[in-house]
């Protein structure tokens, strides 16, 4: 259940997401909240983390989701979660961020400590050769989940502005409740129907 690979459609939407969410700051570098690593990576990782939005959208059982442009936190992810994205060890392209990222939730001030926040990795980040059809995606799998406020703990802390979690320190995804989520209560309500 907590590991999803994306179609070829899904990927040409992630794609286009991902161009959408950098296209109204190209070549305004200026504009970037933390840093800049140029509009084609900057895009790349747009890409990569609509992935995982819309992987872990699949993961709890919502069908209809296409990942938002440009909402700037007014809105969440994917129905009741934030969604935190993790590069793989060894991937050593300028958007994979730093080695002691990696594998580790990044939680900054501006993050509600009410939030649940869920760590994605793998999926688009991964280099694959697609040969014949079915042209299988890497998978997206989902690491593990932790409210906003156990995050942000002296032993976490990167910055003054900035945790890192490691994923040993998040819960288990089997932990993760998912009744009030609207695909899980439609595939709990047809399992019910069924028996």
């Given at each position: 259940m907590w590991?999803?690979?994306?179609?070829v459609?899904?990927v040409?939407l992630?794609?286009?997401?991902?161009?959408e969410r950098?296209?109204?700051?190209?070549?305004q570098p200026?504009?970037?909240?933390?840093?800049?690593?140029?509009?084609?990576?900057?895009?790349?990782?747009?890409?990569i983390?609509a992935?995982?939005e819309l992987?872990?959208?699949?993961?709890?059982g919502?069908?209809?989701?296409?990942?938002?442009v440009?909402?700037?936190k007014?809105?969440?992810?994917?129905?009741?979660?934030e969604?935190?994205?993790?590069?793989?060890q060894?991937?050593?392209a300028p958007c994979?961020?730093s080695?002691?990222?990696?594998?580790?939730?990044?939680?900054?001030?501006?993050?509600?400590?009410?939030?649940?926040?869920?760590?994605?990795?793998?999926?688009l980040?991964?280099?694959?050769?697609?040969?014949?059809?079915?042209?299988?995606?890497p998978?997206?799998?989902?690491?593990?989940?932790?409210?906003?406020?156990?995050?942000?703990k002296?032993?976490?802390?990167?910055?003054?502005?900035?945790?890192?979690?490691?994923?040993?320190?998040?819960?288990?995804?089997?932990?993760?409740?998912?009744?009030n989520?609207?695909g899980?209560?439609?595939?709990l309500?047809g399992?019910?129907?069924?028996n």
């Open positions: 590991t999803y690979s994306l179609t459609e899904e040409a992630v794609c286009q997401v991902g161009y950098q296209a109204e700051m190209f070549g200026e504009r970037n909240v933390n840093y800049y690593e140029g509009d084609h990576w900057e895009m790349l990782q747009h890409t983390c992935g995982s992987a872990f959208a699949r993961m709890i919502i069908k209809e989701f296409t990942p938002h440009n909402k700037f007014t809105e969440l992810d994917v129905d009741g979660f969604v935190r994205y993790t590069f793989p060894g991937c050593n994979c961020a080695e002691s990222s990696r594998g580790r939730l990044r939680m900054t001030r501006r993050d509600d400590d009410d939030q649940i926040y869920v760590l994605i990795g793998g999926g980040a991964i280099r694959t050769k697609m040969e014949t059809p079915p042209y299988t995606m998978p997206y799998v989902a690491l593990g989940w932790a409210y906003g406020h156990e995050c942000k002296p032993e976490f802390i990167y910055n003054a502005t900035t945790w890192y979690v490691p994923r040993a320190e998040l819960h288990p995804m089997d932990t993760l409740d998912l009744s989520v609207q899980m209560r439609q595939l309500q399992t019910q129907q069924n």
